[in-house]
């Protein structure tokens, strides 16, 4: 009961928090900011990307991630 209770807690606070106008203008920020950073991650040249320690296949799988999917710190960053 307690587990159960305390799930439904933590998932309502979450819906309530992440329901704000501020806070999904700023995650959508962030989104766009992700993105524009892969876009231009995927156009630098295989000197600069070796200077960072990537590669061709990494640097363009990077890029082809999709917007909303941001670092695991990046919310926390992010949303004040």
């Known amino acids: 009961m307690f ?11 979450r819906v309530q928090a992440v329901g704000s106008t ?17 876009q231009s991650l995927a156009r630098l040249d295989d000197r600069t990307l070796a200077d960072v320690g990537l590669t061709r296949a990494q640097a363009a799988a990077e890029a082809a991630r999709p917007a909303w999917d941001l670092p695991g710190n990046w919310p926390n960053r992010w949303i004040a």
């Open 22 to 38: 501020s806070r999904l203008l700023t995650l959508v920020r962030a989104a766009l900011a992700a993105n524009r950073q892969r």
């Open 3 to 13: 587990a159960s209770l305390h799930t439904a807690t933590l998932a309502t606070g």
